[in-house]
T-cell receptor, first 119, second 111 residues
Framework: GAVVSQHPSWVICKSGTSVKIECRSLDFQATTMFWYRQFPKQSLMLMATSNEGSKATYEQGVEKDKFLINHASLTLSTLTVTSAHPEDSSFYIC???????????????FGPGTRLTVT | GENVEQHPSTLSVQEGDSAVIKCTYSDSASNYFPWYKQELGKRPQLIIDIRSNVGEKKDQRIAVTLNKTAKHFSLHITETQPEDSAVYFCAASTGGFKTIFGAGTRLFVKA
């Protein structure tokens, strides 16, 4: 249980175009999901908290008009990188808190990530 | 804001030796401390976690310790094997929700 999927797994787009990345919780509901970006050989940087039915909460320094987040249902959050530029090229990973069944506490379940390359 | 510091950034050990990675956190409200292993191009995988009401936890060759007063927690891997080579991230969160990651430690286990 507690599987998170992401689509696409990789995407190449031209500078100036927009790209949408989907994050789905497959067998559980997630009212909250998180979006991270990871540059090569660096850590996961939290970009924003996606909240079902309300606006996302962005971390300091992350442009909300650049990275549009929509959490339209209890199992789906989308991240749209608008007017992408080469510096947006990165590995984007989503996660959702859930329980594994062996513990009553939440842990983060990560999607497989999306590698975005902007040319 | 919340911050998690992790050391060392790179660690090289001989197969069979132990490896220790240390982290400190700033948010005193943090109560859940997971450790993740990430292989190149893949998602982070939870390897062990500890909660604030516990001082130590062990799972086979992996152990974690937590000093809540000092806001320190550590990962210990004993009898390291080449397949342990990866990047390890510590993290801190409150209630298992918003999670802040350390910078990561690249572990090399030499055969």
């Amino acid at each position: 249980g507690a599987v998170v999927s992401q689509h696409p797994s990789w995407v190449i787009c031209k500078s100036g175009t927009s790209v949408k990345i989907e994050c789905r919780s497959l067998d559980f509901q997630a009212t909250t999901m998180f979006w991270y970006r990871q540059f090569p050989k660096q850590s996961l940087m939290l970009m924003a908290t996606s909240n079902e039915g309300s606006k996302a909460t962005y971390e300091q320094g992350v442009e909300k008009d650049k990275f549009l987040i929509n959490h339209a249902s209890l199992t789906l959050s989308t991240l749209t990188v608008t007017s992408a530029h080469p510096e947006d090229s990165s590995f984007y990973i989503c996660s959702a808190p859930g329980t594994s069944g062996t513990s009553p506490y939440n842990e983060q379940f990560f999607g497989p990530g999306t590698r975005l390359t902007v040319t | 804001g919340e911050n998690v510091e992790q050391h060392p950034s790179t660690l090289s050990v001989q197969e069979g030796d132990s490896a220790v990675i240390k982290c400190t956190y700033s948010d005193s409200a943090s109560n859940y401390f997971p450790w993740y292993k990430q292989e190149l191009g893949k998602r982070p995988q939870l390897i062990i976690d500890i909660r604030s009401n516990v001082g130590e936890k062990k799972d086979q060759r992996i152990a974690v310790t937590l000093n809540k007063t000092a806001k320190h927690f550590s990962l210990h891997i004993t009898e390291t094997q080449p397949e342990d080579s990866a990047v390890y991230f510590c993290a801190a969160s409150t209630g298992g929700f918003k999670t802040i990651f350390g910078a990561g430690t690249r572990l090399f286990v030499k055969a």
